[in-house]
């Protein structure tokens, strides 16, 4: 009874908030050549988890969605799956739980997620791309528009996913390091599915937020010139 006890006060934080704590959560576990990382990125109301081995650089997996936590069990309704061809999956439920301030996913005590320091910048949230700038009154895609860009920023890190929510095609992502500060905008690239060579590449740009926009020049992954304008979700 006294185990039984110790784990509800472990679990009652989260339980009465009926959330996981928002920010970045992260996990890792060594393998015979490198490291495996998994990454959760979550709001109040969204989730993306991605799973990526370093040293060397491999992209594994991806998911995200709406999602909500009832007692002890996570549902996520799934937006984006990269392994939707394999297992056809729509929908993810973990068991969940917290042990010595852990993040634990289905009992896994061997695999616990660390909360990261909170590092609040101008672009935090989460973004849907709109459209190519200038902003002339081109048209926009927007957040009823089935094909999709997003992009997470929070606590220092990002990811961007591009996929499709009727088809659940997955496009492609991409996630690392940021930092924004002063107009400049930098990214260091730690997982890419397209392309895992481009792993450590640090890419700078010019950033303006104009209300709910973020306006974002500079140059692509392939040093093609870019302007794209972002809209918050």
Known sequence: MKNCISI???LLPMLILGQI???VYTASENLENGKRNYQLLITDTYMVHTVYNS???KFISTMGGYYTVEQDSLKVTLEFNSDFEQNGEREFRA???FQSGQLVF????????????EVAQPLDGLWLFATRGPDTGQERRGDSAPRKTLKFLSDGHFQWIAYNVET???RGTGGGRYAADEGTYTEVIEFFSRDDSRVGAELSFEFERKGADWHHRGKNSKGEPMYEIWSLR
């Open 106 to 117: 289905n009992e896994n005590a061997s695999l616990p997620y660390t909360r990261q320091p």
């Open 21 to 23: 704590a928002p920010g």
């Open 168 to 170: 659940m095609d997955f």
């Open 95 to 97: 068991i969940i739980g």
């Open 55 to 57: 040293n060397p650089a």
């Open 8 to 10: 509800l006060l472990l």
